[in-house]
């Protein structure tokens, strides 16, 4: 399937998701708190199959629901995303006892997961983190640190959580575990951040796991962390691109109604053209986002790149037309309650978390330079023509076409 075009079914379900958002689950999220787990609204997600889904879907799909989601009802698109983020590694990594817990308690909405990897002196720089797993005997630990920014903490039930087992080993060096929230030593404050969702900090004061708890083995967790955000940066993307498209949407109703100047607001060219832009852009983030999920959906090469261009243009073109959105509505757009106001709040973090911006621009530099220079692959490729062709059976020349092997590559 192209990474442009979506088939039928696909656009029937999402117009399907934003009537369930805005019939079943916007009334139970207008219900909660700010800053609070709302295990009604994931009660309801696991009602409806949503929640179950994030085992079962590919990352293009995943990308579908949190973009139509967010349209219409934020909370429950952030809502879903952090179970699965907070669950992904116990589905892909977890030992059959381990998914067997916990996984259908998190489809049905009864378990609530979190993804512990920020820690208060390591966010960006997720290979520096100190949490200390030290040894306690017999294939067990003791973990002793902080972490930080946690979204769902401290009302999760279970968190994945990335350690230092191997000291003076940098990435290297890190183990995912499986924590349960009623371990002894482990407590929690919740944090006031911007953010509407719930985030919170995190103590470990020898918090005891065993082997029995590790994910995708010893002193591999980061690449179970870096696996997890290869597969949700494209989907951070796609909830940007749902709120961009909230934006959107409202300022053509408002821009075609709003009188001024002896005319509509559309009507004047300075507000007409930056409408286009907002359009522009945010179907140039969403067509990003989707190649960014097909790509990792097809096992590419070069996921990593994708996922973190996808998840920077999304989020700061996000950024740009919420605010332009606000501009052009005016006063109204500030007053609290209001869908603008809303989305104002929301749009902004997304930028700092997994991952912020500059990190986006660091991987996409970094992968990019690993890349063999075009200059290099060109004298490859002519080198490969100037050689006489290899006999092939019988004597026939052993030759596959240049163009047939283009079309395999792609």
Not at 290 to 313: F, I, N, Q, T, W
Request: aromatic share 6%; net charge negative.
């Amino acid at each position: 399937m192209p990474a442009f075009s979506l088939e039928p079914q696909q656009a029937a379900w999402c117009a399907e998701l934003r009537t369930l958002a805005a019939e079943r689950l916007r009334p139970v999220a207008d219900k909660g708190e700010a800053g609070r787990v709302d295990r009604p609204l994931l009660a309801e997600l696991g009602r409806l199959g949503l929640l179950a889904r994030l085992f079962t879907s590919g990352a293009l799909d995943l990308c579908l629901m949190r973009e139509s989601l967010a349209q219409t009802c934020t909370e429950a698109e952030t809502a879903l995303a952090l179970q699965g983020l907070g669950a992904h590694p116990v589905h892909a990594h977890g030992t059959p006892a381990q998914r067997e817990h916990w996984l259908p308690r998190v489809a049905d909405g009864t378990a609530v997961a979190a993804f512990a990897l920020s820690e208060p002196g390591a966010g960006s720089d997720a290979a520096a983190l100190s949490l200390a797993a030290e040894p306690d005997g017999g294939g067990c630990w003791r973990l002793t640190g902080a972490k930080c920014w946690i979204s769902n903490a401290p009302e999760a039930d279970f968190y994945t959580v990335f350690a230092r087992t191997t000291p003076g080993a940098g990435a290297r060096g890190v183990t995912a575990f499986l924590v349960p929230a009623d371990r002894p030593g482990l407590t929690g404050t919740a944090l006031e951040m911007l953010s509407p969702h719930p985030i919170g900090a995190l103590d470990f004061d020898g918090v005891p796991v065993t082997a029995a708890d590790v994910l995708g083995g010893m002193d591999r967790g980061f690449a179970v962390a870096m696996g997890t955000l290869n597969l949700f940066r494209p989907s951070v993307g796609a909830f940007a691109v749902g709120m961009a498209q909230a934006a959107l949407d409202a300022t053509l109703a408002h821009t075609r109604r709003r009188e001024a100047f002896q005319g509509t607001l559309k009507d004047l060219q300075a507000v007409s053209h930056q409408v286009a832009e907002m359009a522009l852009r945010t179907e140039a983030a969403r067509l990003m986002v989707y190649a960014a999920a097909s790509a990792y959906d097809e096992g590419a090469a070069d996921v990593p790149k994708r996922a973190a261009m996808a998840k920077l243009l999304a989020t700061e073109t996000a950024q740009y037309v919420v605010d332009t959105a606000v501009q052009l509505h005016g006063a109204r757009a500030l007053r609290r309650g209001h869908l603008l106001e809303h989305l104002y709040r929301e749009v902004r973090a997304p930028r700092v978390y997994e991952g912020a911006s500059e990190v986006q621009r660091g991987i996409i530099a970094k992968e990019l330079y690993a890349e063999p220079p075009a200059a290099a692959l060109a004298e490859t490729q002519a080198a490969a023509l100037a050689e006489p062709p290899a006999a092939g059976l019988y004597g026939t020349p052993d030759v596959t076409p240049l163009a047939t092997h283009d079309q395999e590559a792609r």
